[in-house]
């Protein structure tokens, strides 16, 4: 199973979901949002046209938290 580590001192802390259809795994975190009882601690959002701006920062270490791109 894999447990997160990429790299020696690097590891991946978001979520996999690893089966289908996502529906309902999708339903019961966004409830779990909804209510406040789960944070999603985000660093950087904007347009998907500057992510070459938020991966160079995100390589820097400019900010933590995750990053969403909005489609537009």
């Known amino acids: 199973m894999f447990d997160g580590t990429i790299a020696q001192g690097k590891t991946l802390n978001s979520p996999v979901i690893t ?3 996502f529906g309902e795994d999708l339903s019961r975190l966004l409830d779990l949002v ?3 009882e789960l944070t999603v601690e985000l660093g950087w959002r904007d347009s998907w046209r500057r992510y070459d ?3 160079d920062a995100d390589s820097k270490r400019k900010f933590t938290g995750r990053l969403v791109f909005d489609v537009d």
């Open 53 to 55: 701006e938020a991966l």
């Open 19 to 21: 089966r289908t259809p």
């Open 34 to 36: 909804a209510r406040e």
